[in-house]
């Protein structure tokens, strides 16, 4: 993109449906100054780059406007108007109205020229919106749709002295049409809830004064403050201040989180009883919210297979329809005599009856709920695709390091071997002390892990002088004239001979655990042992036990540790298998071999490190994605809390999902076989196909929004 070209997005209102897209895709055709343009009909959002030595965003919303599309104040999302002032709802209203007084007329015996004026009234009134999109869609996209089969059905009832029988069939789907921006409006609740998250001020201290701004002209650096009870105006770092944040809404945890200087923050999260100062880290155009809503919007776009395959089924399927009705009104008069009338009349029916309204909207409607529920219990889903997938996986793959564990070394165990007078430590405190003393110069993550052990159990490190790194080993420092290392068992035993004859029992018990063992001593004799591990998280056994009863078949575990840590890691959580000592690119091999051998796989991991295996995997799933762009952008599926549970409530809801639009699709074929029998028999009229028509769409609508529960 030319960096000179500027972006703009704007929400527009009436963009309720893929014709609503077409129509502003052709009218902003060979707009001076555009270059790029997105709609986005799932969220009534157009996105627009353009040439600003060209054209304006002024311009370009006036144009919008001109197209029946206006632009919204900000980014909120338009509303579907009341009914009373929905020119749809409003025409077919009129319609019905027409239809009525014509049927009353004709019963009170009026000469049939009235009633048929009215008919016809109500089928012109009635279909003006409906025609209109069927006769652009022939012209312009030269295809055939299911709007196109109606309108023939009704001119040909019409014409063969069905006006009453015409009129009915448009007025009935003319209510269809009414409701599917209400319809599309309900799909919309989700992200209009995330939207509804961040509040609309924020109060801001400039400049020695508070003041209160629109959230969108907030700065990164801003100092904003948070009252209990309020959200995060956007995502930042507290300077001043302690309390508990309810992050449910961004990220779907079900208990407070404690907040202290120095902890982000994420915008729409809520503040509990301590006020707060935050700094600004994100524009508000930037933040979580802003970039979860904006990947829903994205992945309602994005079709799944058996969307795109129902699409492509569609495209075909009505023309054929359209044949098959004409062949069904000429070829039994032609060839075997029968009569004109009748057969054109179940032709007319057959159209109606064999329309693909419901088989076509079964899907997506239902994939745009998933995605929009989802999201609000902080499961992001990037596209229909990847909800299909994902519930299709029969085995996960996970990352150990800051998947199952917290990805933070802590000291488990702190033991004093003999006491000996000679010695310098001869007590835990004094271990510490020493240990911490040393290790603080060192930025090894388990030294580090050693340094915060001993300040949460108050010991001071104690003083000491040439600090040396032993590469590898460990490390040294000098303690009153004596030399005092620091390191692995094989740093005593083999490099420095230091006999550990009566520390073995301890070393081999604590390692076997999967803890890293670290032996405190002199040039003479060990003092004491150190036991490290990266701690499991708290809830990945009854995550793992999810997963299984999610109808996982196995769970893998692949990890960079050695095959003790991995061996008593897996078998403390209920791991199936796992793998061990694996570089990054050795784990995206393993899940290459576990999708080859047991078919669909989800591989989670931090989304950073993890990204080979992640992009492997059938599904990628990164887990704590809240605030953190590449673990967003990496993975397929996004968990924006560190909480792996949330993965089997995504396997449930993606299975649930399938589930639903399965049953939509043999609903809708049920129903569409049953009627074009009924028609091709002659058992059904014109309006009874068109009711049972209306009926199952509105039916599978009200089944995919099913998933807008939780």
């Not at 032709?347 to 995605?371: G, H, M, Q, R």
């Not at 303690?479 to 490099?495: A, E, M, N, Q």
Request: glycine content about 10%.
């Amino acid at each position: 993109m030319n960096a000179s070209t500027k972006q703009l997005e704007v929400r527009v209102a009436n963009l309720d449906c893929e014709h609503d897209a077409a129509t502003i895709e052709r009218g902003l055709a060979g707009f001076a100054g555009l270059t790029e343009l997105k709609v986005y009909p799932k969220s009534a959002k157009v996105a627009l780059s353009f040439d600003p030595a060209r054209t304006n965003p002024e311009a370009l919303k006036e144009k919008l406007d001109s197209l029946g599309f206006p632009t919204q104040k900000g980014m909120e999302m338009a509303g579907q108007p009341k009914p009373w002032r929905n020119p749809k709802v409003l025409t077919s209203v009129a319609s019905g109205v027409l239809l009525l007084s014509g049927w009353l007329i004709e019963l009170a015996g009026a000469p049939e020229p009235v009633s048929l004026i009215l008919f016809i009234a109500a089928i012109l009134i009635g279909g003006y919106y409906f025609g209109r999109e069927a006769i652009e869609e022939l012209i312009f996209e030269r295809r055939i749709g299911i709007e196109l089969l109606m309108g023939v059905a009704a001119v040909v009832a019409t014409a063969m002295g069905l006006a009453a029988e015409g009129a009915m069939l448009v007025f009935l789907y003319s209510i269809s049409e009414a409701a599917e921006g209400y319809t599309e409006e309900k799909t919309r609740a989700a992200v209009r809830a995330l939207m509804d998250l961040a509040p609309k001020v924020a109060l801001v201290r400039r400049d020695g004064t508070e003041r209160e701004i629109p959230v969108d002209e907030l700065l990164v650096g801003d100092v904003f403050i948070v009252k209990p009870g309020q959200a995060m105006a956007t995502d930042g770092e507290v300077l001043v201040g302690a309390s508990s944040v309810n992050q449910a809404p961004v990220t779907g945890e079900s208990v407070p989180v404690e907040k202290q200087p120095g902890d982000p923050v994420f915008a729409g999260s809520i503040n509990g009883e301590g006020a707060l100062e935050v700094r600004a880290t994100k524009t508000f155009a930037d933040n979580t919210i802003a970039r979860i809503i904006h990947m829903v919007e994205e992945a309602q776009e994005k079709k799944g297979k058996s969307q795109r395959f129902i699409e492509r089924f569609g495209a075909r399927y009505s023309p054929i329809v359209l044949m098959i009705g004409f062949l069904v009104a000429v070829i039994p008069p032609l060839v075997f005599g029968a009569d004109w009338t009748t057969w054109i009349t179940r032709a007319t029916v057959f159209i109606v009856a064999a329309a693909p309204c419901a088989l076509v909207i079964s899907i997506p409607i239902t994939l745009v709920a998933t995605l929009g529920t989802g999201a609000r219990q902080g499961v992001l889903i990037k596209g229909g695709i990847y909800v299909e997938e994902l519930a299709r996986v029969t085995v996960v793959a996970m990352d150990k390091t800051g998947t199952l564990t917290r990805g933070e070394p802590e000291v488990t165990n702190v033991i004093v071997l003999r006491q000996d007078a000679n010695r310098l430590a001869n007590s835990q405190t004094d271990l510490l002390a020493v240990a911490a003393g040393i290790e603080r110069r060192s930025a090894h993550p388990l030294a580090q892990a050693v340094v915060r052990h001993a300040q949460a159990q108050g010991v001071q490190p104690a003083e000491l002088a040439g600090f040396r790194s032993l590469t590898g080993a460990g490390a040294s420092a000098r303690l009153d004239g004596r030399t005092v290392y620091i390191g692995s068992p094989d740093l005593f035993h083999s490099k420095l001979g230091i006999s550990l004859d009566h520390a073995w029992d301890d070393i081999n018990h604590l390692q076997s655990e999967g803890k890293t063992v670290v032996v405190l001593g002199d040039e003479q004799t060990p003092w004491g042992l150190i036991a490290i591990r990266d701690n499991i998280r708290s809830n990945a056994r009854t995550a793992i036990g999810a997963l299984h009863g999610a109808g996982i078949e196995k769970v893998f575990m692949l990890t960079g540790d050695n095959q003790r840590t991995a061996q008593a890691i897996a078998g403390e959580l209920g791991i199936d298998e796992f793998y061990a000592d694996l570089k990054p690119e050795d784990k995206a091999i393993k899940v290459r071999e576990l999708s080859e051998r047991y078919g669909h796989t989800a591989m989670v991991g931090d989304g950073v490190n993890d990204a080979p295996a992640l992009a492997e995997a059938t599904v990628g799933v990164a887990m704590g994605a809240a605030g953190t762009d590449v673990a967003l952008e990496t993975a397929d599926v996004a968990l924006m809390a560190d909480d792996l549970e949330k993965l089997a409530y995504a396997l449930h809801l993606a299975r649930r999902s399938q589930s639903v639009v399965k049953q939509n699709l043999i609903l809708s074929v049920v129903v569409i076989s049953v009627l074009v029998i009924g028609a091709v028999a002659g058992w059904l009229t014109l309006p009874a196909a068109v009711l049972a028509h209306e009926i199952s769409e509105f039916v599978v609508i009200g089944s995919g929004l099913r998933m807008l529960r939780s």
